[in-house]
């Protein structure tokens, strides 16, 4: 019982961190450059401002297309909840054994397995 609530709480904690991360993206507004002499200098010398060229994205964020608000949350959101029901409809049934043949509601396991969820969007 204590191994299954490590694996819990590890696959918890993992999902809190890939949270955090598609919710934060990259960030950050300095570009590192290599120190003259081909080396890759490291630590906050490494800082640089960008010159004339490698000017900063300063144009207004797309609209159009395929723009969409919260894209990363989306995403985040979309990828727990198809998760969730690999976990409930074909990982858990798979474990227990519920696709073997002869196994008591067999047909309503696999059908359930293979439905599609409905869609929230209509087109």
């Known amino acids: 019982m204590a191994a299954r609530t490590v694996r819990s709480l590890t696959a918890l904690a993992a999902a809190a961190v ?18 003259s002499g081909g080396a890759v200098a490291a630590g906050p010398a490494a ?18 297309g395929n723009a969409k608000k919260f894209a990363k949350t989306r ?3 979309h990828a727990g909840l198809a998760l969730g029901a690999f976990h ?3 990982y858990k049934p798979l474990r227990s054994g519920g696709f073997r043949a002869g196994a008591e ?6 059908a ?12």
């Open 75 to 77: 995403f985040a959101l």
């Open 105 to 110: 509601k067999r047909k309503r396991t696999i």
């Open 112 to 123: 359930k397995a293979r439905s599609p969820a409905p869609s929230p969007c209509t087109s």
């Open 47 to 64: 800082l640089v401002t960008p010159t004339a060229t490698e000017s900063e994205y300063n144009s207004p964020c797309p609209t159009g």
């Open 88 to 90: 409930r409809y074909i």
């Open 18 to 35: 890939l949270t955090m991360a598609l919710l934060v993206g990259c960030g950050g507004g300095t570009t590192t450059a290599p120190a």
